[in-house]
């Protein structure tokens, strides 16, 4: 199957910084990456579509200036947290389709945001 | 958007008995619908999907079933093992724009007891 990677796995910040977190896919091209994010006991929730040349696309409640998101390549999608504050501190996965797999979508390992 | 309901919430087992999760979607536009295993603080596991045009699909001890006409689609493990036990989650892919996104249900955490 495809490969998607996230790094860092886990990071560690203080209230009102701003953390970055990137999302590849190792063995294919993706034109299109989502990025979720999931809080403890809970679903994953989908907060954005990124779009490789085009803006992405934020689901309802998501603040655009609060998660960057820049889909640099068609291998790599940044999502930013702008100012973290704790109630950022949460579980974020990125995943992508394939142009080859049927609606399947691939998913990284994961970035576990805490902000102190 | 689509909505995905799942129940149950919590399910427990005995070793070797069946465990049954039910989902319900509301988009009919809808066309697969993949079952994940989610241990604690890894990414989601692909166990089985199915696709729109398919009533019943089967991989060992894991079956799912689908009914397009009642918007139902259950997922089905025999002989259950504790290495079994895990949070799944049931969703759907329905189009969104130029791509198809993807709508999870709220998680079942499944326990089976030795």
């Known amino acids: 199957g495809a490969v998607v990677s996230q790094h860092p796995s886990w990071v560690i910040c203080k209230s009102g910084t701003s953390v970055k977190i990137e999302c590849r896919s190792l063995d294919f091209q993706a034109t299109t990456m989502f990025w979720y994010r999931q809080f403890p006991k809970q679903s994953l929730m989908l907060m954005a579509t990124?779009?490789?040349?085009?803006?992405?696309?934020?689901e309802q409640g998501v603040e655009k200036d609060k998660f960057l998101i820049n889909h640099a390549s068609l291998t790599l999608s940044t999502l930013t947290v702008t100012s973290a504050h704790p109630e950022d501190s949460s579980f974020y996965i990125c995943s992508a389709p394939t142009s080859y797999s049927y609606n399947e979508q691939f998913f990284g390992p994961g970035t576990r945001l805490t902000v102190l | 958007g689509e909505n995905v309901e799942q129940h149950p919430s919590t399910l427990s087992v005995q070793e070797g008995d069946s465990a049954v999760i039910k989902c319900t979607y509301s988009?009919?536009?809808?066309?697969?619908f993949p079952w994940y295993k989610q241990e604690l603080g890894k990414r989601p596991q692909l166990i089985i999907d199915i696709r729109s045009n398919v009533g019943e699909k089967k991989d060992q001890r894991i079956a799912v079933t689908l009914n397009k006409t009642a918007k139902h689609f259950s997922l089905h493990i025999t002989e259950t093992q504790p290495e079994d036990s895990a949070v799944y989650f049931c969703a759907a892919s329905f189009p969104s724009g130029s791509a198809r996104q993807l709508t999870f249900g709220s998680g079942t955490q499944l326990t089976v007891l030795p």
């Open positions: 988009d009919s536009a809808s066309n697969y």
């Open positions: 990124s779009n490789e040349g085009s803006k992405a696309t934020y």
